[in-house]
């Protein structure tokens, strides 16, 4: 018997930074947005686990140990219940890695989910989600999927309207970036600058709600984008790359490196990632829409 569990990527279409904390960590005001590209996550019973695999194009750059996010998922869980984690977990791997897509927390969420079902452990939503915080920060949001604000280190959830499909080109870049190091070059960049609480913004929420790519476009923000430049220089040759495609707004997606652009329509993101290939400053384009939902058992 075995289960397997769909989970997607996500784009911040806002990400408002405060200052660090005396934990380490930032407070946001983080507008997460669940993208159709998805990793699937498969789990079998197997003696002695967890054991993880992973396929994929980016599989040679997944940890298969026990720092794999799917295992400390299913771990904890293991634990919270008095059993063992004997599992296989298989990663089909399709969320680029570290990319500032959320692709392990994804697979923490979706193994989470799994083993949840495979075991009929019949924890509550709120149990599971509180798991999914002690995991990362955005893994809460891996499983709830739509559209979100994330509060205090991005854990804290509040489901948002969403009232139509967005289109969007995923620019996929050469190399990853660490979270904690672009996190730390935030800080760098800020010093002796008063950082303001990070607040959500209304016109981002209100063209959410109507499904306004164009009010979209206008109000998207990432602060953590000039430190992303900051440690990888040539995403602004990315950057301008999709713009002057025709994208209507391009930025990095949360820690990066991934850009994301935001596209008028299917047709117009077509034609954005063929561009985007074309101009030799990116490894791959992908096209995906949003909003997608969190992780669900296939
Ligand atoms: C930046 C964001 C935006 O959604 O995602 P990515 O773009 O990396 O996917 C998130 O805040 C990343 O969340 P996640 O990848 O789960 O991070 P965690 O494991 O919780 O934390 C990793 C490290 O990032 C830094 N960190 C993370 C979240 C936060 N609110 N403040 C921080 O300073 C800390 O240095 C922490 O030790
Ligand atoms: N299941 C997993 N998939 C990908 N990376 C993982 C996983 N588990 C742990 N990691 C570690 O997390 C780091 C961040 O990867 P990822 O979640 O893909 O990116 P990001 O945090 O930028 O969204 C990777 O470099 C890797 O060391």
């Known amino acids: 018997m075995s289960v397997t569990v769909r ?39 197997s003696a002695g686990g967890p054991r993880i695999t992973c396929s994929g194009p980016d599989a040679g750059q997944v940890p298969l140990d026990r720092t794999n996010l799917a295992a400390r998922a299913a771990r904890a869980l293991a634990e919270r219940y008095g059993r063992t984690a004997d599992v296989h ?6 969320i680029p890695v570290a990319g500032g897509m959320a692709g392990g927390s994804a ?10 079902a495979l075991w009929g452990t019949g924890a509550s939503r709120e149990e599971l989600l509180e798991i999914c915080a002690e995991l ?11 559209a979100a604000l994330g509060t205090g280190r991005g854990e804290k959830l509040t489901a948002l309207e969403v009232g139509g499909t ?14 904690p190091a672009v996190f730390r070059e935030f800080d760098r960049l800020n010093e002796g600058v008063r950082i303001p609480e990070p607040v959500a913004s209304r016109d981002l929420l209100d ?25 990888f220089p040539e995403l602004a040759d990315t950057l301008a790359a999709g713009r002057a495609a025709g994208a209507l707004a ?49």
Request: charged residues 15%.
């Open 7 to 45: 989970v997607p990527a996500k784009v911040n279409v806002q990400l408002a930074v405060g200052a660090a904390r005396p934990d380490g960590f930032h407070d946001l005001a983080n507008v997460f947005l669940a993208v159709g590209l998805y990793d699937e996550i498969t789990v079998t019973p």
């Open 89 to 94: 977990l298989h990663i089909a791997k399709d």
């Open 166 to 179: 967005f289109h969007w080109v995923f620019a996929m870049a050469g190399r990853g970036l660490s979270t």
């Open 250 to 298: 391009g930025l990095v997606s949360g820690s990066g490196p991934t850009t994301a652009f935001l596209a008028k329509d299917a047709s117009a993101a077509a034609r954005i990632a063929r561009a985007l290939m074309a101009s030799g400053t990116c490894r791959s384009a992908r096209v995906a829409s949003s909003p997608a939902p969190g992780a669900t058992v296939v």
């Open 207 to 231: 063209a959410l709600a109507k499904g306004d790519a164009d009010a979209l476009a206008a109000a998207v923000s990432n602060d953590l984008q000039p430190a992303a430049l900051s440690l």
């Open 107 to 116: 697979d923490g969420a979706g193994a989470l989910v799994a083993c949840d």
């Open 136 to 146: 990362g920060s955005d893994v809460p949001f891996s499983l709830v999927g739509g």
